[in-house]
């Protein structure tokens, strides 16, 4: 008897949870939004493999989602999965100086054509180039001060992860 009553209680409890999870998840989950394109072609010295490139697609735009969430909500949590090093710490400083002076940045209509330049012979680093395009509002006061269109060229360093790409160091640059 007991253990069919437990059993009953859990399994309401179990699909609680399973769609409380889900929701976070979606929550976290990259802006389709995000327009990312990747050339592959010129990658060396090796060759970047289907699923590799589909993981770099799909974190890319993930942590342009995490960065945008981050700046425009003033908030450090999105930074912690996709950014890491360098990346990260500059990230974290901009959130909290924009935390300090009461202003806040959006990105919006994100587009980001990425170029493989070079792919480590290990697997464990991959340049790119990123030519993004965006439109940018910055806010203070609750009021757009500043709004802008966008174009900026990037070099990108990424790293696996335990579980997906990490951007380590993003620099802008004025052209490739």
Not at 50 to 61: Q, S, V
Not at 116 to 127: I, K, L, N, R, S
Not at 139 to 151: A, C, L, M
């Amino acid at each position: 008897m007991n253990r069919i009553l437990s059993d009953r209680c859990i399994a309401p409890v179990a699909a609680v949870l399973a769609f409380s999870l889900a929701s976070v998840l979606f929550s976290y989950a990259a802006d389709p939004a995000v327009q990312v394109q990747l050339d592959v072609k010129e990658a060396s010295p090796r060759a970047v493999e289907n699923l590799t490139e589909r993981g770099i697609l799909r974190d890319y735009r993930f942590a342009w989602t995490s960065m945008a969430q981050a700046l425009e909500f003033n908030t450090l949590d999105p930074l912690e999965g996709p950014f890491a090093g360098d990346a990260r710490q500059w990230l974290r400083e901009t959130v909290i100086s924009q935390q300090r002076s009461g202003l806040s940045q959006r990105y919006a209509a994100q587009s980001h054509k990425l170029e493989a330049v070079f792919y480590a012979p290990e697997g464990d680093v991959m340049e790119l180039r990123d030519t993004a395009e965006y439109d940018l509002q910055i806010s203070g006061g609750g009021k757009i001060i500043h709004d802008e269109h966008v174009v900026l060229h990037f070099i990108v360093l990424m790293t696996p992860g335990a579980d997906r790409w990490v951007i380590r160091q993003m620099q802008a640059v004025p052209r490739f």
